[in-house]
């Protein structure tokens, strides 16, 4: 991953066997918070997720997909930078 304060770039190997794609899931370890979800297809192994909060930790999932059936999930954690300020 690579991490700022407001966005990660994502990326993993591409899963070995038949699949239709992958859903990334990005969320706070905030109760109550809103997760983001992404879909790409079968090719792709990276992904942008933006529009997240300055030093916050995020629970990130990834499943791969065999039609709409999910895999079990590789499960991290990551936190966002905070906001650079210059003086």
């Known amino acids: 991953t690579d991490v700022s304060?407001?966005?990660?770039?994502?990326a993993w190997d591409a899963s070995p066997g038949d699949i239709t794609g992958y859903k990334l899931q990005v969320f706070?370890?905030?109760?109550?918070?809103?997760?983001q979800e992404l879909y790409t297809g079968p090719t792709f192994s990276v992904a942008n997720v933006r529009d997240l909060s300055p030093e916050t930790?995020?629970?990130?999932s990834l499943f791969a997909l065999k039609d709409l059936t999910p895999s079990k999930p590789l499960i991290t954690t990551e936190k966002t930078q905070p906001v650079k300020v210059s003086t």
Do not use: F, L, Q, T
Not at 5 to 10: A, D, E, G, L, T
């Open 5 to 10: 304060s407001k966005s990660m770039r994502i």
């Open 28 to 35: 706070p370890i905030v109760s109550g918070a809103k997760k």
């Open 57 to 60: 930790e995020y629970e990130i």
